[in-house]
């Protein structure tokens, strides 16, 4: 069975830290890693996908992918209070919808 | 990303009753559609996978004949909840995948979601 493990936390931050998301997955096929994020209420906003190992930046958020350990990770640089979040890791295992992990619930603290 | 949109935002309805909720996809035309559901404080749970004139393929334990899904066009699925109760109340999210457009087809797009709240 396709498995995404998150840690559900929740994971609390200073403002202007470093928050750092984990994720891991089972089917070693995957090729298509997504982090996505939902507000309470809300429903999940793709932020960012990754597709090779190493690091993928985008503005204060960096991806990192190893392939070998399945092993995928977020890290929001200088945590911002609106960053408070549930953060959902997903994976796309080739021909299915994509598998989603629990949600890691990240409270950033002013 | 793909726009996606949902009709309507919230609904409120008595036991018993039918309620029917729309998933457009606005930007792209969407050949693969699905269909969420999310209780409170919970993760998101996978119902059904919607293709372009066929008939959805429901995941385990989602009852087809309660949950009706429609998905006659490629920018417009359809999701009827039969005969609601109090049980069904929950969120429920669409999302559009595989498509002909500019968009990565490997990855999923999600509507703001349908409030059900069932009396």
Aim: glycine share 6%.
């Amino acid at each position: 069975q396709k498995e995404v493990e998150q840690n559900s936390g929740p994971l609390s931050v200073p403002e202007g830290a470093i928050a750092s998301l984990n994720c891991t997955y089972s089917d070693r096929v995957s090729q298509s890693f997504f982090w996505y994020r939902q507000y309470s209420g809300k429903s999940p906003e793709l932020i960012m996908s990754i597709y090779s190992n190493g690091d993928k930046e985008d503005g204060r958020f960096t991806a990192q992918l190893n392939k070998a350990s399945q092993y995928v990770s977020l890290l929001i640089r200088d945590s911002q209070p609106s960053d408070s979040a549930t953060y959902l890791c997903a994976v796309n295992p080739g021909n299915t919808p994509l598998v989603f992990g629990k949600g890691t619930r990240l409270s950033v603290i002013a | 990303g793909a726009v996606v949109s949902q009709h309507p935002s919230w609904v409120i309805c008595k036991s018993g009753t039918s309620v029917k909720i729309e998933c457009r996809s606005l930007d792209f035309q969407a050949t693969t559609m699905f269909w969420y559901r999310q209780f409170p404080k919970q993760s998101l749970m996978l119902m059904a996978t919607s293709n372009e004139g066929s008939k959805a393929t429901y995941e385990q334990g989602v009852e087809k004949d309660k949950f009706l899904i429609n998905h006659a066009s490629l920018t417009l699925s359809t999701l009827t909840v039969t005969s609601a109760h109090p049980e069904d109340s929950s969120f429920y999210i669409c999302s559009v995948g595989a498509g002909t457009s500019s968009f990565r087809t490997d990855t999923q797009y999600f509507g703001p979601g349908t409030r059900l709240t069932v009396l």
